[in-house]
């Protein structure tokens, strides 16, 4: 129980570090460098406005406040809301509020929670897939070490690990989508809610195109663990009181090698929450990836922030998650 | 008169590896009844640990040959099939092992584990697997065995360890356990306790009992039979009585030269064995203990040509040396007993 509220408590903190750290990044990075308020301001009301104009805005947004006040501000948006004022009247942003962008002239959360459903389709799916292959593919390996099959496995493993997703991807969507004409051609993301058959099929070639490139590390990472607790003595304990082969390979060795597994797992599903940034882009899916490279380009502050906020509150969460399931999978993590 | 309970009739325990063949266990042959304990006593990589495992069938088919018979209860094992080895795995055969630490998974609990021992060969609930779990650990002597059961093997200590893992070799009643050196991993004080109470349990299951050390000392009072092995083959056998009495074969003579006694002066050294246990791989020539005997120029180059027979000593003690008999028992009542028994 304390070990609960301990990990909990720790990533709190880390949320509010990171939170900081981001806001430094865009905001008091730039004066370090020389930029003034005005600057700032500039990025808001577009390159034709006159300097008052600059100037009242950058007032009007606080940018002339001590950077703390403004880090405060920002925080108290995203608890009870705020509003924003560009000249033409208050502009509401409802609580969580992550800023307000005036390029696209709304606030970000709403924008952020439109793109998460494809993000969500996309990467659980995939996470599915590869995590279910991945660890298959590591057992039989390890299993049959040496064999052909091990040789194939492994040499594919390295090919799914060094090659990009925009090389497989591009291929799979030339060869199965415009050659063969069964899959989806990309581009479109229908909601689960909606039709679910057309919602599995626009997004099978992208779960497998990313599936294929994690189930290659986890194949290896699964066939190294493997390896090292068949040999271990509990499993040869497991064999002399007479288990089936298979209770002994499943109960007793996968369940040993499940610690790393589950680790590398959880940070890979948390980071690609927040984005399958070159998957997304490759099948055109608008999903939160595909919208932070869009408001990278143009130059969209505010919806830069919301995006590597909301990937670093996955990162986070997710880890916290496997920080538990550590407690749940090795009992020993529970006493010490 | 009846075939022996366990019938181990020249096995062979062959790895080949890019070396060459390692001969781990090369001709073993040896009985035991119900109720009767035998002592393999030997150096690490004299192959008796391998000889336990291959009983039970635990060797990969892949890297091991194994060869020869072994018959229990009149069930022949070598040639059986795996499935039906595995089935007399922990009901009819069971093994202890060394380090109960990492012999016992870290995931499970103490409980968990003996209860899925149960229930691989009992159709029972996990209810009454249970209750048989709790007994098990009652019987071992572990206190509060309701609440210990749901405990991890960390949270035990050495001794409480052991003693699980012995509730869980018996908890299906084997008529055949195997303990390969049970107390070599635990405090000297704990030894003892553990040793006491293999020898009830197995006293009142009137099962076969085979205790696997390198330590003559732990089979001194237990054991009715001993098989001393060195490179793979037994070099002598016999009643325990008579190993201890009556030794014929140079090793075991340094064997009991250096195992510590309580009841010698402190001043009085041990005697250990010159040299070190072979390799495997690439065993010495002719008799496989000649580079480390003290008998060796009196065998006529015998020892470093010819590998020696096991031949009878009478009474089923069997020595493999190439000394006569009539000297062996000269050099063990004139040179080496009374050097044992000085300052008594």
């Known amino acids: ?53 600059i100037a009242a805005a950058a007032e009007r947004l606080g940018f ?63 996470a599915v897939l590869w995590l279910i292959s991945g660890v298959a593919v590591g057992v039989l390996s390890a299993l049959k070490r040496g064999s052909i099959f091990d040789r194939a496995a492994m040499s594919i493993a390295l090919a799914g690990v060094s090659l990009p997703i925009f090389f497989t991807g591009l291929m799979s969507l030339v060869i199965f989508s415009y050659q063969l004409d069964i899959t989806a051609p990309g581009g479109a993301y ?19 195109t990313l599936a294929f490139l994690f189930s290659a590390s986890y194949a290896r990472l699964t066939r190294a663990g493997m390896l090292e607790t068949m040999s271990e003595d509990y499993v040869r304990t497991a064999r002399a009181k ?5 209770a002994v390979i499943t109960r007793h060795g996968l369940r040993a090698s499940l610690t790393p597994i589950v680790t ?55 880890n916290l998650i496997v920080d538990l399931l550590y407690a749940v999978v090795d009992p020993r993590v529970r006493l010490s | 008169m009846a075939d022996p309970f366990l019938k181990v009739q020249d096995l062979k325990i062959h790895f080949p590896t890019d070396d060459g063949l390692v001969r781990s266990v090369d001709g073993l042959t040896f009985s035991l009844e119900r109720g009767k304990t035998l002592g393999i006593v030997g150096e690490s990589g004299s192959g008796k640990s391998v000889t336990s495992l291959g009983i039970l069938g635990l060797h990969n088919k892949r890297n091991a040959q194994v060869s020869g018979e072994i018959w229990l209860d009149n069930q022949e094992l070598v040639n059986a099939s795996p499935e039906d080895v595995r089935k007399l795995r922990g009901q009819k055969m069971a093994m202890i092992f060394q380090d109960p630490l990492s012999a016992m998974h870290p995931f499970y609990t103490v409980g968990h584990q003996i209860i899925e021992a149960y229930r691989v060969h009992h159709n029972v609930s996990k209810k009454v697997a249970r209750k048989h779990a709790i007994e098990m650990l009652n019987r071992v002597g572990i206190p509060q065995p309701d609440r210990r059961v749901d405990d991890y093997p960390h949270q035990f200590s050495g001794g409480m360890r052991q003693r699980a893992m012995i509730a869980m070799a018996l908890s299906c009643d084997p008529e055949l356990l195997i303990a390969d050196e ?41 054991a009715d039979d001993i098989l001393v092995m060195y490179g793979g083959k037994a070099i002598e056998q016999g009643p325990a009585q008579t190993i201890f009495e009556a030794p014929e074969h140079p090793y075991t003579w340094g064997l009991l030269g250096s195992m510590p006694r309580m009841d010698r002066p402190v001043a009085d050294r041990l005697m250990p064995i010159p040299g070190s246990p ?67």
């Open chain 1, 1 to 53: 129980m304390t070990y609960i509220i301990r990990r909990t408590i720790g990533a709190l903190l880390m949320l509010i570090v990171v939170s900081m750290m981001t806001f430094a990044i865009f905001f008091l990075v730039p004066r370090w460098a020389g930029g003034s308020a005005e600057n700032l301001a500039a990025r808001y009301v577009g390159r034709s406005a006159g300097a008052e104009e």
């Open chain 1, 64 to 126: 002339n406040d001590p950077i703390w006040l403004q880090y405060w501000d920002w925080i108290k948006g995203v608890f009870v809301g705020s509003t924003y004022d560009l000249g033409t009247g208050p502009e509401a942003c409802p609580a969580p509020c992550f800023g307000y962008s005036f390029i696209s002239r709304s606030p970000v959360w709403p924008e952020l929670v439109d793109r998460m459903p494809v993000t969500f389709s996309l990467a659980l799916g995939a």
């Open chain 1, 190 to 208: 229908t909601p689960i809610e909606d039709n679910p058959l057309e919602w599995a099929y626009n997004l099978l070639l992208p779960w497998i």
């Open chain 1, 242 to 246: 007479g288990l089936p082969n298979s």
């Open chain 1, 264 to 318: 590398i797992f959880g940070l890979d599903v948390g980071l690609l929450l927040g984005g399958a940034v070159l998957t997304e882009t490759t099948f055109s899916l608008p999903g939160l990836g595909k919208f932070s490279i869009d408001a990278i380009a143009r130059n969209d502050l505010p919806q830069i922030m919301g995006v590597v906020m909301l990937t670093a509150f996955f990162v986070v969460a997710a």
């Open chain 2, 182 to 222: 049970p107390t070599t991993a635990l405090d000297v004080t704990v030894q003892a306790q553990i040793l006491d109470l293999m020898h009830d349990l197995q006293q009142e299951f009137n099962s076969a009992l085979i205790i696997i050390t390198h330590d003559l000392g732990v089979v001194a009072e237990l």
């Open chain 2, 278 to 344: 072979p390799s495997l791989i690439n065993l010495p020539s002719g008799c496989a203990f000649h580079p480390r005997c003290a008998y060796e120029p009196q065998t006529g180059g015998l020892g470093t040509t010819m590998v020696p027979e096991l031949t009878e000593a009478g009474g089923g003690h069997r020595v493999r040396c190439h000394l006569p008999s009539t000297e062996r028992r000269r050099i063990w009542a004139e040179e080496i007993k009374p050097k044992l028994e000085a300052g008594q």
